[in-house]
């Protein structure tokens, strides 16, 4: 069954530190994968979106995911993070012909001055 | 910019009650979503639909459920007779084209909960 795996629940980072949110996902293609962020009150906003050739792919925001298909993963970076970057991350994936997202748990992530 | 908007933001209701969740999708799009999360769980799809026909459901979306484009602007959801177990945050959303390889505008959601 398809599915997406995000191991860490909450990560707290320093403001300037650099951050990883991982992501796992379960399908037997490549599967269209997407990484959204929610700030409080805030609707899902999409970071960015990789459906297939170079494995990083560059978001808004200054983040950047990278596609690993060996190890199943869709990890999200960013090399620097600001207090504004304190909000849930999700991980998704959407299988091809069909029109749902499958989403994380989620990551929430909380900034320190 | 143009965004996905949601009434009420907070919903309370007794058991056994209807409600109607209410969307306004992107002016120009023509698919539209609702997605659930339940407190600590993941965000899961419930139903897509298109020029007025349901095109794709989950296995939770049930004859509880059902979704209606009343007019040219809104999107409801609506819950016949709610359970405890349907509380959970509510999420519309909105594409100009179907398929989930097209990004997928979601609204701010509706915290529904069921006493």
């Known amino acids: 069954a398809q599915s997406v795996t995000q191991p860490d629940i909450h990560i707290t980072v320093s403001e300037g530190a650099s951050l990883e949110l991982r992501c796992n996902y379960s399908y037997g293609a490549t599967p269209y994968l997407f990484w959204y962020v929610q700030s409080p009150g805030q609707g899902l906003q999409l970071l960015l979106k990789y459906f297939s050739g170079d494995t990083l792919v560059q978001g808004i925001k200054g983040f950047e995911a990278e596609f690993k298909r060996s190890q199943s993963s869709f990890n999200l970076r960013k090399p620097s993070v600001h207090w504004s970057d304190a909000a849930e991350y999700f991980c998704a994936v959407g299988p091809h012909n069909t029109d749902k997202l499958i989403f994380g748990t989620g990551t929430r992530l909380q900034v320190f001055p | 910019e143009p965004e996905v908007t949601q009434t009420p933001s907070h919903q309370v209701t007794q058991m056994g009650q209807e409600v109607i969740l209410r969307c306004v999708p992107i002016?120009?799009?023509?698919?539209f979503y609702w997605y659930r999360q339940i407190l600590g769980q993941k965000v899961e799809f419930l139903v897509s639909?298109?020029?007025?026909?349901?095109?794709?459901k989950s296995e939770i979306f049930d004859d509880q459920f059902s979704v209606e484009r009343p007019d040219g602007s809104n999107f409801t959801l609506k819950i016949r007779s709610t359970k405890l177990e349907d509380s959970a945050m509510y999420f519309c959303a909105s594409s100009e084209q179907t398929g989930s390889i097209y990004e997928q505008y979601f609204g701010p959601g509706t915290r529904l909960t069921v006493t």
């Open positions: 639909f298109y020029n007025n026909e349901i095109s794709e």
């Open positions: 002016s120009n799009h023509l698919y």
